[in-house]
Nanobody, 118 residues
Framework: QVQLVESGGGLVQPGGSLRLSCTAS????????MSWYRQAPGKEREMVATVTNTGGSTNYADSMKGRFTISRDNARNKLYLQMNSLKPEDTAVYYCNARSIVGARQYWGQGTQVTVSS
């Protein structure tokens, strides 16, 4: 049974930090590129950051560059997103995504809410 379970969301003040985690199970973690996406109310889901299956390369949406850091621990089947200098516009539900490096298979987590507000 495939599972992606996000954690670490919550309420934070502008300028604060949060670290999201995603725990994967039920598939071969090292055969999947991993990403964080987010969806704000009334908006489409957007890619936040991606890391290759080996962890050797990362990619970020322009608005997150320099503030967010994606990483993975292949020994523990975990994905992380360190978010610094948070802004109210970062408020969204954040989703963990796994995409196979062979074929089109992908999985989604259930999401974790991040709210940036004073």
């Amino acid at each position: 049974q495939v599972q992606l379970v996000e954690s670490g969301g919550g309420l934070v003040q502008p300028g604060g930090s949060l670290r999201l985690s995603c725990t994967a199970s039920g598939f071969t973690f090292t055969m999947y590129a991993m990403s964080w996406y987010r969806q704000a109310p009334g908006k489409e889901r957007e890619m936040v950051a991606t890391v290759t299956n080996t962890g050797g390369s990362t990619n970020y949406a322009d608005s997150m560059k320099g503030r967010f850091t994606i990483s993975r621990d292949n020994a523990r089947n975990k994905l992380y997103l360190q978010m610094n200098s948070l802004k109210p516009e970062d408020t969204a539900v954040y989703y963990c995504n796994a995409r196979s490096i062979v074929g089109a298979r992908q999985y989604w987590g259930q999401g974790t809410q991040v709210t940036v507000s004073s």
